[in-house]
């Protein structure tokens, strides 16, 4: 009599929804995909531009980055360390060539204030794990102009 009383139950919501989903799949898919498109077309048609710029007025570090700019503006923009690595090591004519040629690009773009070059200084240690003579970090510094580089089309 139990078995009986739980056939006749009425099912959960969830269970309905689960059965109307799966009778219907082919046009619940042909929503999902109308759905995603009608997002893509408003993302495109009314999202504004990625941005890099940050601040947090009043906070201490827009303070810091304000007294930088202020006091030290070949130092205020974000710095990148570039690691070259060379199997035949950092003093090879080849790998000399090519961390010199990357360094060139970069010092003539107008972005970037201060590229310090590898073969002057010599950052390998245990500290940074990198093997003496093997390989070399070069720091780039970007400098605080908003001037954005020109799109490519």
Do not use: C
């Amino acid at each position: 009599m139990a078995a009986r009383k739980a056939a006749t139950a009425t099912p959960s919501t969830l269970e309905r929804w689960a059965r109307f989903t799966h009778r219907r799949r082919g046009t619940i898919l042909g929503l999902w995909v109308v759905a995603v498109a009608v997002l893509m077309f408003g993302m495109r048609q009314y999202g504004g531009e990625f941005t890099g710029d940050f601040s947090l007025p009043g906070s201490e570090s827009q303070r810091a980055l304000d007294l930088l700019e202020g006091r030290f503006p070949a130092r205020a923009g974000a710095e990148a360390d570039l690691l070259f690595k060379d199997a035949r090591g950092m003093n090879a004519p080849e790998a000399k060539a090519v961390a010199d040629q990357v360094i060139s690009e970069l010092a003539a773009n107008e972005l970037i204030a201060e590229v310090e070059s590898p073969m002057r200084i010599r950052h390998s240690s245990p500290a940074t794990g990198l093997s003496p003579g093997r390989s070399s970090v070069s720091t780039a510094a970007r400098t605080t102009s908003t001037a954005r580089p020109p799109k490519k089309s």
